[in-house]
């Protein structure tokens, strides 16, 4: 039984339907136990800074969790991929899991998908140790690079949940279907999840393709650009 203390129950969030309610309180238990906390002027906002975290930095976070057991993936990885970057960041991007490069050096995107994916940040003026925070889905690589399971992703989601209290940024980015399918919980096609403004958790989400994408399909690279403008001209613009 869930006890939410300090409010009444209300909708947990504007943008959050319910099953995506559902799968937060889930995960919320599974890291921090049996209560939610709400502050009494609660209006439908989540107000992360009022919300109790176990956890109160990425460092502290990660030493608690890069030992992690949980599925499978833990008997076949070489290590654990946290995450890296600017801890304020104001841009999260997020892929679906680490491949072979990134499972030896326990860095995300340090592979020729990485290297593709630097150039265009630096091409809107960004990188990736400046307001920049690259993360994945699932910590661990994914045998063969084969797409996360479901149960994988559900061990995995609430670690994400709590990367994205810590680090707060202002806009996120799903780098490829596993990942803008899992934040948006559909099933849906690159096509249909681009060129839309979605919200996570009250935060605003973009969804693109992934680097490993247009290293594949150089036609893709065109549509992957626009987006990418689209995320400059968002976090340079007073509207977010």
Same mark, same amino acid.
């Given at each position: 039984?869930?006890?939410l203390?300090?409010?009444?129950?209300?909708?947990?969030?504007?943008?959050?339907?319910?099953?995506?309610?559902?799968?937060?309180i889930? !995960?919320?238990?599974?890291?921090?136990?049996n209560?939610?906390?709400?502050?009494?002027?609660?209006?439908?906002?989540?107000k #992360?800074n009022?919300?109790?975290?176990?956890?109160?930095?990425?460092?502290?976070?990660? @030493?608690a969790?890069?030992k992690?057991?949980k599925?499978?993936?833990?008997n076949?990885?070489?290590?654990?991929?946290f995450?890296?970057?600017?801890? #304020?960041?104001? %841009?999260?991007?997020i892929?679906?899991?680490?491949g072979?490069?990134?499972?030896a050096?326990?860095?995300?995107?340090?592979g020729?998908?990485g290297?593709?994916?630097d150039?265009?940040?630096?091409?809107?003026?960004?990188?990736?140790?400046?307001?920049?925070?690259?993360i994945? =889905?699932?910590?661990?690589?994914?045998?063969e690079?084969?797409?996360p399971?479901?149960s994988?992703?559900?061990?995995?989601f609430?670690?994400? =949940? !709590? !990367?994205?209290?810590?680090?707060?940024?202002?806009?996120?980015?799903a780098?490829?279907?596993? @990942?803008?399918q899992?934040?948006?919980s !559909?099933?849906?096609?690159?096509?249909?999840m681009?060129n839309?403004?979605?919200?996570?958790?009250?935060?605003?989400?973009i969804?693109?393709?992934?680097?490993?994408a %247009?290293?594949?399909?150089?036609?893709?690279?065109?549509?992957?650009w626009?987006?990418f403008?689209h995320?400059?001209d968002?976090?340079?613009?007073?509207?977010?």
């Open positions: 039984m869930v006890m203390n300090g409010g009444k129950k209300k909708i947990f969030n504007k943008y959050m339907d319910e099953i995506t309610l559902k799968r937060y889930s !995960q919320h238990i599974e890291l921090f136990g209560e939610l906390y709400m502050p009494t002027d609660y209006n439908g906002e989540t #992360n009022n919300l109790p975290h176990k956890y109160k930095t990425l460092d502290s976070f990660r @030493a969790i890069e992690c057991e599925c499978n993936l833990s076949t990885r070489n290590k654990f991929v995450g890296s970057g600017d801890p #304020n960041a104001d %841009l999260l991007l892929g679906e899991g680490p072979e490069e990134e499972d050096q326990g860095q995300p995107f340090v020729k998908a290297k593709l994916l150039k265009i940040l630096a091409a809107i003026g960004f990188s990736r140790d400046n307001k920049v925070f690259i994945n =889905i699932v910590k661990c690589r994914p045998p690079n084969r797409n399971l479901l994988e992703i559900e061990q995995c609430p670690y994400l =949940i !709590q !990367q994205i209290s810590l680090i707060k940024p202002k806009l996120i980015v780098l490829g279907k596993v @990942a803008g899992t934040l948006l !559909q099933n849906m096609m690159i096509k249909e681009r839309k403004k979605h919200y996570f958790n009250s935060i605003p989400l969804v693109t393709y992934h680097p490993a %247009l290293l594949r399909n150089q036609s893709l690279k065109l549509d992957a626009e987006d403008k995320v400059r968002l976090l340079g613009s007073k509207g977010i």
